[in-house]
């Protein structure tokens, strides 16, 4: 393998700093973190007993952004899941439940709802009634205040392709009006295009906006959430059939303007059909994660970051090998995103984890429901909003 200006050294989990620096007594680290990242986050009394240890452990580099996030109040992942054809909504965060009651989607009017899109202000959310007896209806909430406002529907005779959500930053403190767009892609009958439609909170309505030319079976069925970087929306497009190469479908939610970025010629010209990639957003910045097997037991992850967006310019920031975390927690672990430079958020059928790219450390969660099919990275503060022209 080429040399790489990383590789993740053994798998750690009893290290801490406070050691180093001559930390108390007590349980050994590395019992304090196995038994805490495996207690469910609604556990508080289990959490207090070692919530003093627990500091020690997790404040370190790796994870210091996840926890310094707590004053705005509420940072992790919804994480939908699917069971009993009923999709679930948990909340995971690396720090447990700032709030009264735990974040979820119980307090909408619908029991079987599915989370489309997040916006990354506001703490806004897009769902949709998922019970297929009876039309599907649209609505926005804020799960950490629990409000929510439904929505017109739109032409919900076409099928959803993908789903995106932007809302603009709060002007000032003292500001309550929430206000947010969502951008619908449908397939027409023809299935030739991309049908798309913009609902806007000023107007409280949706409008059609130009179609995108694009075919809609390029996009990944069920699309993955869309990823916000740079001031657009991106997704992550099927090969071409005839050449083989693979792009970026951005979407300007402002312009309404689109465009295709290629992947990197590196990644493009890769000998593995088996390679996989996803994307993510790192500080605002648009990423792309590539997964290739080194060999028979050893996967190796690159990460490349977008170097000059206007000129769809990538450079390779790392590349690591997994081949320690997959002795310890199994081949069915699925890398779900970057959530920073060093960080990665992997997820298998039941629960979740943060996974220490540098040092190997990992802090693990425990979700209420299995066979979990997609996240999304929620960010939110505690304040209520007028969502729309009325809030509940």
Same mark, same amino acid.
Request: glycine share 4%; aromatic share 10%.
């Given at each position: 393998m080429a040399s790489s200006p990383l590789s993740a050294p053994e798998e750690e989990r009893s290290h801490s700093d406070a050691d180093e620096n001559g930390g108390g007594g007590g349980l050994p680290e590395d019992q304090?973190?196995?038994?805490?990242?495996?207690?469910? *986050? +609604?556990? %508080? !009394?289990?959490?207090?007993?070692?919530?003093?240890?627990?500091?020690?452990?997790?404040?370190?580099?790796?994870?210091?952004?996840l926890h310094c996030r707590r004053a705005a109040a509420v940072s992790g992942y919804l994480v939908q899941s699917?069971?009993?054809?009923?999709?679930?909504?948990?909340?995971?965060?690396?720090?447990?439940?700032?709030?009264?009651?735990?974040?979820? *989607? +119980?307090? %909408? !009017?619908?029991?079987?709802v599915r989370v489309e899109a997040v916006s990354a202000h506001r703490g806004l959310a897009c769902c949709v009634e998922a019970d297929t007896a009876r039309p599907p209806c649209y609505y926005v909430c804020k799960p950490a205040t629990r409000q929510w406002r439904a929505l017109p529907s739109p032409r919900v005779r076409f099928r959803t392709a993908a789903v995106a959500m932007v809302a603009r930053p709060s002007p000032s403190a003292s500001s309550t009006a929430a206000e947010f767009k969502v951008v619908r892609f449908s397939v027409p009958a023809l299935r030739d295009r991309l049908r798309c439609e913009v609902f806007d909170s000023r107007r409280f309505a949706w409008?059609?906006?130009?179609?995108?030319?694009?075919?809609?079976?390029?996009?990944?069925?069920?699309a993955a959430p869309a990823v916000r970087a740079?001031?657009?929306?991106?997704?992550?497009?099927?090969?071409?059939?005839?050449?083989?190469?693979?792009?970026?479908?951005?979407?300007?939610?402002?312009?309404?303007?689109?465009?295709?970025?290629?992947?990197p010629r590196e990644v493009d010209e890769m000998d593995d059909p088996w390679a996989r990639k996803r994307i993510a957003a790192v500080e605002g910045r648009l990423c792309l994660l590539v997964l290739t097997d080194a060999a028979v037991d050893e996967e190796v992850l690159e990460v490349w970051e977008m170097a000059n967006y206007g000129e769809g310019r990538w450079r390779k920031k790392m590349?690591?090998?997994?081949?320690?975390?997959?002795?310890?927690?199994?081949?069915?672990?699925?890398?779900?995103?970057?959530h920073s430079s060093d960080v990665a958020f992997l997820h298998s059928f039941c629960r979740v984890m943060?996974?220490?790219?540098?040092?190997?450390?990992?802090?693990?969660?425990?979700?209420?429901?299995?066979?979990?099919?997609?996240?999304?990275?929620?960010?939110?503060?505690?304040?209520?909003?007028?969502?729309?022209?009325?809030?509940?």
């Open positions: 304090v973190f196995e038994l805490l990242t495996r207690v469910p *986050l +609604d556990d %508080l !009394p289990a959490c207090r007993m070692v919530s003093t240890r627990w500091r020690r452990l997790t404040y370190e580099p790796a994870f210091a952004s699917m069971t009993h054809n009923l999709y679930h909504a948990d909340f995971v965060s690396m720090h447990g439940s700032p709030t009264p009651k735990a974040i979820s *989607l +119980d307090f %909408l !009017p619908s029991a079987h409008r059609r906006a130009p179609d995108v030319p694009l075919c809609p079976d390029s996009l990944f069925r069920p740079h001031g657009a929306m991106h997704w992550l497009r099927w090969p071409d059939r005839l050449t083989g190469a693979q792009d970026v479908f951005e979407f300007d939610v402002r312009a309404e303007a689109w465009r295709l970025i290629p992947l590349t690591v090998s997994l081949k320690n975390l997959h002795a310890k927690e199994g081949p069915a672990v699925i890398l779900g995103d970057l943060w996974y220490d790219l540098r040092k190997g450390k990992m802090a693990e969660v425990q979700v209420k429901h299995v066979c979990i099919q997609e996240i999304f990275k929620y960010e939110s503060d505690l304040i209520p909003c007028d969502i729309g022209r009325a809030c509940r």
